[in-house]
């Protein structure tokens, strides 16, 4: 589906007329899109791209997002030799080598904090890159034209927690009315995730998407009503 259709199909749901909307605006349709694309993507990891980081002489941490602008986490790490990367977390650095931030070397080892940070264990003295496979976020949606970048069958997905984001604003019945759509978002969530999990394993990488089917959603809505 388009963006064109999915924005049609959510002002058809809200009651408007598709081609001159009055309480909604095609705008808002757009950005609830977006919205719902990136948290899936978040959720579920389902997006992955491999491209080539390079390294710089005597440098153990790195933002990854000042080159690869949409980086969200790494799923495997290689050397451009083949050698794999193992995860680790800082402290595990610091117990295996305590002056890891500045021992030259080639790594064997790297941690990932955030979104925006890469930690290799030791820092090459000449030219080198990282081969990396990692999750990547959504390219933002603009057009009408345009094609959202998680599989199609969850396009659907997409224009169910529009419709939920957008009753938003008129709250009381109105939004409660939409609370099977967001709740049919997060199966659809669920779902893919899973089979992202599962693709993972067998290619062995290093990250899991987030454990939505362990996620009580029931009990966060209860805590958000009760303040």
């Not at 199909?9 to 009055?22: H, I, N």
């Not at 604003?169 to 992202?196: H, I, M, N, S």
């Amino acid at each position: 589906m388009t963006v064109g259709d999915l924005q049609t199909l959510v002002l058809q749901r809200l009651g408007e007329d598709a081609s001159k909307p009055v309480y909604y605006t095609g705008a808002e349709v757009l950005s609830a899109l977006n919205e719902a694309q990136r948290i899936m993507v978040l959720l579920t990891l389902c997006l992955e791209r491999t491209e080539t980081f390079p390294l710089s002489v005597g440098t153990a941490f790195y933002r990854p997002r000042t080159v690869l602008s949409d980086w969200l986490l790494p799923l495997r790490v290689r050397l451009s030799g083949g050698a794999r990367l193992r995860p680790a977390r800082l402290e595990d650095l610091d117990a295996l080598d305590s002056g890891w931030q500045a021992r030259p070397g080639y790594p064997d080892r790297y941690c990932s904090l955030g979104f925006n940070l890469l930690a290799i264990n030791r820092q090459p003295e000449g030219p080198a890159s990282l081969v990396v496979t990692y999750a990547k976020t959504p390219t933002k949606l603009q057009g009408v034209a345009e094609t959202p970048e998680v599989p199609t069958e969850y396009h659907q997905a997409l224009a169910d927690y529009a419709i939920n984001r957008l009753r938003m604003k008129e709250g009381g019945q109105e939004f409660t009315k939409t609370t099977p759509y967001g709740d049919r978002f997060l199966a659809d969530c669920r779902k893919l995730g899973e089979f992202v999990r599962a693709r993972n394993v067998a290619q062995g990488y290093d990250l899991l998407p987030f454990e939505l089917s362990r996620y009580d959603v029931s009990a966060a809505g209860r805590k958000q009503q009760n303040g």
